[in-house]
C-alpha cells in the first residue's frame, strides 16, 4: 500500500469535487454544486494564507481529502484552524487512510503554529464523532448557528 498525503495543487481540483461530492451526498445542509465547489477550491488554492487542501493518494488514486481554515482566536492569541470537508471514499474506509491524513493534517496544522483545531460533524453521524474523538477531539458546549448570505 503506497499512501500519499500532501497539499492539493490546482491539477488537483477535479478530484476534490469528486470527493467533496461523496461528502455533500451524505449531509443535510449542503448539496453538490460542481462549479460551487470548483470556485471554492480555486479560491482556496490561490489563497495559501486562509488554509489548505490536503489530498491523499492509495497507489496513485486520490482516495481520501479535507480541508484546513486558518483563522485567529482571540481566546487564545494566536493562529487556529478549522478542519472541514473531510471525506474517504465509501471503499476505502476502516482502512487506516483517514487516520493517517488526520494525524498528517494535525501536524502540518501544527506546524503552522496554531493553538487549536476546530471542526464540525452531524449530529447523527456517530462513526465521525467516534472517529474524532480517537484523534483528540472533544464536544465543546458551544452550538454551531448559521447564517447563509
Keep these: 500500500m503506497n499512501l500519499r ?19 455533500l451526498d451524505q449531509e443535510a445542509e ?11 477550491f480555486k479560491l482556496l488554492l490561490a489563497n495559501p494564507e486562509k488554509g489548505f ?3 491523499t493518494e492509495l497507489d496513485g488514486e486520490a ?6 481554515l486558518m483563522t485567529i ?4 492569541g494566536g493562529p487556529a ?15 487506516g487512510i483517514g487516520s493517517a491524513m488526520i494525524n498528517e493534517v494535525k501536524r502540518m496544522i501544527e506546524e ?20 474524532y474523538s480517537s484523534h483528540g477531539f472533544t464536544s465543546s ?3 454551531p448557528m448559521r447564517l447563509i448570505l
Excluded: Y
Excluded at 498525503?5 to 461528502?23: F, G, M, P, Q, V
Excluded at 448539496?31 to 471554492?40: C, H, I, N, V
Excluded at 482516495?63 to 484546513?68: E, F, I
Design 5 to 23: 498525503i500532501r497539499k492539493a495543487i490546482a491539477n488537483d481540483i477535479s478530484h476534490l469535487c469528486s470527493l467533496l461530492e461523496i461528502l
Design 30 to 40: 449542503f448539496k453538490p454544486d460542481r462549479e460551487l465547489q470548483e470556485r471554492g
Design 53 to 55: 487542501a490536503v489530498i
Design 63 to 68: 482516495v481520501a481529502m479535507c480541508t484546513v
Design 73 to 76: 482566536s482571540t481566546a487564545l
Design 81 to 95: 484552524a478549522v478542519l472541514e470537508d473531510v471525506v474517504v471514499r465509501p471503499e476505502h474506509r476502516g482502512k
Design 112 to 131: 503552522a503554529g496554531c493553538l487549536r483545531i476546530s471542526l464540525l460533524t452531524d449530529n447523527d453521524n456517530a462513526r465521525g464523532q467516534k472517529f
Design 141 to 143: 458546549p458551544m452550538i
